[in-house]
Every structure is written in structure tokens, then in C-alpha cells.
Nanobody, 115 residues
């Protein structure tokens, strides 16, 4: 089981930008998808973005054009650049990797968007 550690969360005002990072404890092959999900208070966890080799990065419709997922294989890290954030995007953001049909999750990092 790979360990995933998210970082970069914090407080920000609406319209601001933040970059989240997720570092894995071991090498993740480019073919293995790495994703970001988020869970707002009182709501279910939902998909945000995914990256894997051979395909264009995927972003949920709600964040398309404002969020950008990227990956540094050498650093075993996936990033989520978040721009123009909205108060309703306050949530715990989770990193995920899927390997051989098994999902591994980080513990999440809290992002609070408020004026």
C-alpha cells in the first residue's frame, strides 16, 4: 500500500489561488492514474481531477478552466493548481492513486475559501 501525503491547504479569500501537493512514498508509474477528490462539509467525496500517461488530464466540469492537475514523476508528486476559488469549494482535498484495481488515499488537506 502506497502512502500519500497531501500538503498546501489553508485559508484563502474568494478568487484566490492555491497549489496543493501530494507526495507518494514510492514510485507511481505514469500509467497508474493519480487523482484529486474533495469532500465539502456534510457532502460526499467527489472527483476533481485525474492524470495518467497516454491521456489528456481530466477535470471535473465544475473546476474546468480554473484548476490544473500536473505531475512530477521524479518527485513522486502530483499537484493541483487551483485558481479563482469559490466559497463553496471549501473542502478537504484528497489525493488518490489506483493501482491494480486498488485505491489508496491520503488523509487530506483542508482548504477554506472565505471572505
Amino acid at each position: 500500500q502506497v502512502q500519500l501525503v497531501e500538503s498546501g491547504g489553508g485559508f484563502m479569500q474568494p478568487g484566490g489561488s492555491l497549489r496543493l501537493s501530494c507526495t507518494a512514498s514510492e514510485t507511481i508509474y505514469s500509467s497508474e492514474p493519480m487523482s484529486w477528490y474533495r469532500q465539502a462539509p456534510g457532502k460526499e467525496r467527489v472527483f476533481v481531477a485525474r492524470i495518467r500517461s497516454g491521456r489528456d488530464p481530466e477535470h471535473a466540469e465544475a473546476v474546468r478552466g480554473r484548476f490544473d492537475i500536473s505531475r512530477d514523476k521524479a518527485k513522486k508528486t502530483v499537484y493541483l493548481q487551483m485558481n479563482s476559488q469559490k466559497p463553496e469549494e471549501t473542502a478537504v482535498y484528497y489525493c488518490n492513486v489506483r493501482r491494480e484495481g486498488v485505491n489508496d488515499w491520503g488523509r487530506g488537506t483542508l482548504v477554506t475559501v472565505s471572505s
